[in-house]
């Protein structure tokens, strides 16, 4: 089993920054993709953004790109996402998510491991 861990959420304003992390225990070392997730009130669960292993392929959701990075240091079991001018639509519980299979894939429902969340509130 692998346990996911997220830090780093908080309240900030509108244009401010944070850092969210994420460190997998356990046998972290069958993880390939990792991805971060968000759940907004009242709303269902959306991708945000994952990596692949390597590091050599990220994706991005359409409303974060440009503003938010992924990242990860395999070393240390573990993956960030930096999130730069952030907006009040970006308010959110965010998740991380972990595959144990090899292809790099951006559905929810193609990860086998989560996270308990974080709280990201953007305030206007």
């Known amino acids: 089993q692998v346990q996911l861990v997220e830090s780093g959420g908080g309240l900030v304003q509108a244009g401010g920054s944070l850092r969210l992390s994420c460190a997998a225990s356990g046998r972290a070392f069958t993880i390939y993709t990792m991805g971060w997730f968000r759940q907004a009130p009242g709303k269902g669960r959306e991708f945000v953004a994952a990596i692949s292993w390597s590091g050599g392929s990220t994706s991005y959701a359409d409303s974060v790109k440009g503003r938010f990075t992924i990242s990860r240091d395999n070393a240390k079991n573990t993956v960030y996402l930096q999130m730069n001018s952030l907006k009040p639509e970006d308010t959110a519980v965010y998740y991380c998510?972990?595959?144990?299979?090899?292809?790099?894939?951006?559905?929810?429902?193609?990860?086998?491991?989560w996270g308990q969340g974080t709280q990201v509130t953007v305030s206007s």
């Open positions: 998510a972990a595959r144990n299979r090899p292809q790099f894939r951006l559905d929810q429902s193609q990860y086998d491991y």
